[in-house]
């Protein structure tokens, strides 16, 4: 089906860091795996899409997956005038959305990203849903429900390129499997709560808590803060975005200043 949308670029959110799974498969198309699916999306003309699904399916997964009722130009529209990095940021990227990430995997693959290069992460990842992911078609696999990750042997998780990551894995995956923690629970707590209850699990530090927080949660005031950000803040804000300034919505601008700066 074709669809309609502006502030939509698929090279942006495929380059932008928040999902492992959407891979560009042309000059103006991506394939994007998620809830054990696979949607082939082109570039169809000025916002204009085609998509490899029904308008059911478009409706009950894809449209919300892809935040498109969401209007993103209402928040490039609210940044400081005067801010000129910024301003810059958001017109690089200013066809960035938040995917809506199903909270298991954006957790595991958040756990799986400290200290790995995006490269390195899609890599371990693919392995990972090889190893234990249910067959899509003959070479693609879904990303593994957290029983069958908490079943894998040591050598088996290591085959994924995990490292040190293997035992924070390991322990997400057991502690959902068992009905220990219901991550589809936790969209029920505010934002202080959620963020104590990521904190929670073995392995994950604030970083890694505000992506899942921004990714899979849709909690769009959430700001991861890495090595990419940290320089931008040294460079432009004197060691400190101010969050304060955007309430509600400084995670886009977040992904703005991520995507313009490893870019460019």
Known sequence: MRIKSENLDIRQI???GQCFRMNMTGEDSARIIAHSKLLDIKLAGKNAFDLSCSKTEYNRIWKEYLDLDTDYASFIDAIDP????????????????ILKQEPFETLISFIISQRKNIPAIKASVEKLCITCGKKITDDIYAFPDPEAISALSEKELSGCSLGYRAP??????????CGETDLEALRSLDDDRLMEALLSFYGVGKKVANCVMLFAYHRIS?????????????????GRFPVERYPGFAGIL????FFYSRNK
């Open 82 to 97: 005067s801010d000129e990095y910024l301003n810059a940021a958001a017109r690089g990227g200013s066809g960035i959305r």
């Open 14 to 16: 495929a380059e932008s």
């Open 254 to 257: 977040q992904q703005y200043m």
């Open 222 to 238: 959430a700001f991861p803060v890495d090595v990419w950000i940290s320089r931008i803040e040294d460079a432009h804000y004197g």
């Open 168 to 177: 924070y894995v390991r322990e997400a995956a057991r502690r959902i499997a």
